[in-house]
């Protein structure tokens, strides 16, 4: 499948491709159509492009350090936006591709966008769901554990056969990705809340955003 490139003054987006290829990630330039002028400040330009997303039934849903994240409801994606640069993400985002895992996020493309003079990355991310439930805080704080201390067996993980202990019993998936992230930090930090931890509509976790700069 064709994917469109990236042009001004609209943004458009492709539809959801098939995989993962890192090889084919697109590259566009343009002026904000409705300011000509190069603006100088990244602040500005980073609020003219939320401004030109939400005019495309982008809704913003969150913002981190170095992010933010845009749903639109007509499309089965988010767009996670890197307003600076975030190695601990790229890094994770390569342990996506070599390690495939049912409880990694499906990222169907990656773009790099210039706008306003300002470079930005943009992740096209399947949509999850959050579980705030005390059970999914419960789960959560089990599936830290894990990665934290990655060399220890499950059982002396969680002595007492808890509810945790026989989540992650049923699901070695899991276990290895949690191992996995924690083995492959190098010398990135664990940055892995309840909100790091989400869901598909058939229950499946995914493990979202698990590496801090």
């Known amino acids: 499948m064709r994917i469109q490139e990236l042009r001004g003054p ?3 987006m492709p539809m959801m491709a098939a995989g ?7 590259h566009a330039k343009f002026k904000n159509s409705e300011n000509s002028k190069t603006i100088g400040t990244f602040e500005q330009a980073y609020y003219n492009l939320k401004q030109q997303l939400k005019r495309q039934s982008w809704h913003y849903l969150d913002e981190g350090y170095f992010s933010m994240v845009l749903e639109n409801p007509k499309k089965p994606y988010i767009l996670k936006i890197n307003m600076k640069q975030d190695t601990g993400y790229a890094r994770f985002v390569r342990l996506v591709k070599q390690h495939p895992n049912p409880h990694f996020p499906k990222i169907s493309d990656i773009r790099r966008l210039i706008f306003d003079d300002q470079v930005y990355y943009i992740y096209l991310i399947e949509k ?5 439930t005390p059970r999914g805080k419960n789960i959560a704080e089990g599936c830290r554990k894990v990665v934290d201390f990655h060399n220890t067996p499950l059982e002396q993980l969680f002595p007492d056969y808890d509810g945790v202990l026989a989540y992650l019993k049923r ?6 990705a949690l191992r996995l992230i924690g083995e492959s930090s190098n010398n990135y930090s664990i940055d892995l809340g ?4 989400m869901y598909r509509p058939d229950h499946t976790l995914v493990i979202t955003d698990p590496y801090a700069d």
């Open 20 to 26: 993962l290829d890192f090889g084919s990630t697109r």
């Open 10 to 12: 609209k943004i458009t």
């Open 194 to 197: 309840s909100a790091n931890f």
């Open 171 to 176: 699901r070695p998936k899991l276990v290895e």
């Open 128 to 132: 999850l769901q959050r579980d705030t």
